[in-house]
């Protein structure tokens, strides 16, 4: 039975140390995972290079795999280095909360003793920001630039020399594969689906290369054609395919106490399995690929290269998510802002209900905490990408430092009230609030009746 239903079978976790000592096991790599070499730290990627170095006698990449490595090269090489400017923006906001929130609040007139420890916080910070910026350009000038000597590209040309597959014979061979592209994609048949959408959101959906159109979204597939003619090899028993495309036209996927991979598609194996006579198929992240490596073919590799080659790297199209996201929050806090502001709330009952010097801080830290800058501090995960390239840890240090410093005012009468504070985002909440406030000022007249 397990031989007519093949492609649902993995290959079990004690045949893989055979086939990464086995001659006749090809490796083969996708675009992606070369790409984004650029984008790991010096001692991953001399780690991953160790690997292959090991290997290097039985690696191979499709001729499109090479072509897409090729044209996006520089454009990522551009987008690593943008990283360096996000990160003076994000410098220079830090430096915006002492300018701005921090002078809002009053600290001199209200709390001298609070506004000093502040003046001291803010020269801690500065401080810790011109030393770090020098370690920014450092690791700046590490990173190759579009028009340096790139290094990683000569090592990639080394390694693959005589170890690329052939192009497209013709048009009419990429003719036939997009026809049958079309059929597949309608039938969500692997892989490559997931890219039908390129042809309609993108301007760039072809491009054309050495007497060659070729259309972006059966990219994919191409490459998955071209190592399936490559396995039906003679001499090839086994193949093991690395990709870091984690979409779900590669990878069948299960929910199990949250989403886990449990190997390539049923489908992509019972093809490759019919269409050549190897013995054996498994695929790979990059990270997999390190951690295995390190195992069957005892090469040392750190830890922390298995980690940062399994971190997401955030490309463009995640930066304008995320760029979506802090707009809509902003949104989000004008209209709680213009409420805060509005007469009736700054009207004379109000102002004396919130008399007590606490309670008005507390508006205040109200207003800081729902401010765009706060929000960013919130969600430090979201540059996680920041400091798994260039070591951010004092990125973290100097925003808790700047969460510190609101939790030193004395209004613990009232935390229960004020800890609902971050949680507000309409007014009628903020009604409530002031209702709790409100019973809250009437539980003391009665104690002191």
């Known amino acids: ?21 086995n001659d006749k096991t090809l490796f083969v790599f996708d675009a992606n995972v070369l790409l984004n070499l650029y984008g790991y730290a010096i001692q991953t990627r001399n780690d991953f290079f160790k690997i292959l170095d090991s ?4 690696i191979w990449i499709p001729y499109h795999a090479g ?35 921090f002078e809002q609040l009053a600290l001199k007139r209200r709390f001298p003793k609070l506004f000093e420890n502040t003046e001291k916080l803010e020269k801690e910070i500065k401080k810790s920001i011109v030393s770090y910026k020098k370690s920014v350009a450092h690791w700046n000038n590490e990173q190759p630039c579009v028009r340096s000597h790139d290094s990683i590209r000569d090592k990639i040309n080394d390694l693959f020399e005589n170890k690329v597959g052939d192009k497209p014979e013709n048009q009419e061979w990429l003719e036939a594969l997009y026809k049958e592209g079309a059929e597949r994609f309608k039938n969500k048949i692997p892989p490559g689906f997931k890219d039908a959408g ?18 972006r979204q059966f990219g994919d597939l191409i490459i998955w054609k071209q190592l399936i003619e490559k396995s039906q090899a003679k001499e090839i028993n086994n193949v093991v395919f690395v990709t870091d495309d984690a979409k779900d036209d590669w990878w069948f996927k299960i929910n199990s106490n949250g989403k886990k991979v449990v190997g390539p598609l049923a489908e992509l194996q019972a093809e490759i399995y019919s269409e050549s006579n190897i013995d054996a198929f498994h695929m790979y992240s990059t990270s997999m690929f390190m951690k295995d490596g390190e195992s069957y073919m005892e090469i040392k590799v750190e830890e922390s290269s298995i980690i940062d080659a399994g971190t997401p790297h ?15 929050t902003k949104s989000q806090n004008k209209a709680i802002e213009n409420y805060v502001n509005d007469k009736e709330f700054n009207s004379e009952k109000y102002k004396q209900l919130l008399s007590n010097d606490a309670l008005v801080d507390a508006l205040d830290k109200y207003k800081t905490l729902n401010s765009s800058e706060h929000y960013l501090s919130e969600h430090l995960d979201k540059y996680k990408f920041l400091s798994e390239q260039t070591n951010l840890d004092i990125y973290k240090d100097i925003f808790e430092k700047y969460d510190n410093i609101s939790k030193q005012s004395s209004w613990s009468k009232y935390k229960d009230i004020l800890d609902k504070y971050e949680n507000l985002r309409t007014p009628s909440e903020i009604y409530k609030l002031i209702n709790k406030i409100k019973k809250s000022e009437r539980d003391d007249s009665d104690d002191e009746d």
């Open 1 to 21: 039975m397990k031989n007519i239903f093949k492609g649902f079978h993995n290959v079990e976790q004690e045949k893989l140390e055979q086939l990464w000592k």
């Open 55 to 58: 290997i290097s006698s039985n």
């Open 67 to 101: 072509l897409e490595y090729q044209r996006r090269r520089l454009t990522v090489i551009k987008n690593e280095k943008s990283v360096f400017n996000e990160i003076e923006s994000n410098l220079d906001k830090i430096q915006n909360v002492f300018n701005g929130d």
């Open 198 to 215: 390129k042809a309609k959101k993108d301007e760039d959906t072809h491009f054309y290369y050495d007497g060659l159109t070729y259309e």
């Open 314 to 328: 955030i490309r463009p199209k995640h930066k304008q998510e995320f760029d979506n996201l802090v707009k809509i």
